[in-house]
């Protein structure tokens, strides 16, 4: 009788240590993980300001290229 309960006793005791083993390689993967998010946003704001610092220049040569293409058409209604 005793070391049939000290049998379910020592069987729960290793459940709860692979339940500990398991809880411990989460905890793990979790940081993991939030180490990698972590970085990829540094990444996503490099980019984020570097496209915002080109905006300006885009937007110019954007508007530069509707004058120039407005400008070529009006000519080319004057001509023909």
């Known amino acids: 009788m005793e070391e049939r ?3 379910r006793v020592e ?3 290793d ?4 339940a500990v083993v398991t809880l411990a390689r989460v905890e793990e ?3 993991t993980i939030f180490n ?3 970085s ?8 984020d300001e570097a496209v915002q610092n080109l905006s300006p220049s885009v937007r ?4 530069l290229f509707w004058i120039l293409l407005v400008a ?4 080319l209604s004057t001509f023909l």
């Open 15 to 18: 459940d709860l240590q692979k």
């Open 5 to 7: 309960r000290l049998a």
């Open 36 to 38: 990698r998010q972590s």
């Open 40 to 47: 990829i946003e540094q990444r996503v704001n490099r980019i």
């Open 11 to 13: 069987s729960k005791i």
């Open 72 to 75: 070529f058409s009006a000519l």
């Open 60 to 63: 110019f040569a954007e508007r």
């Open 29 to 31: 993967r979790i940081q």
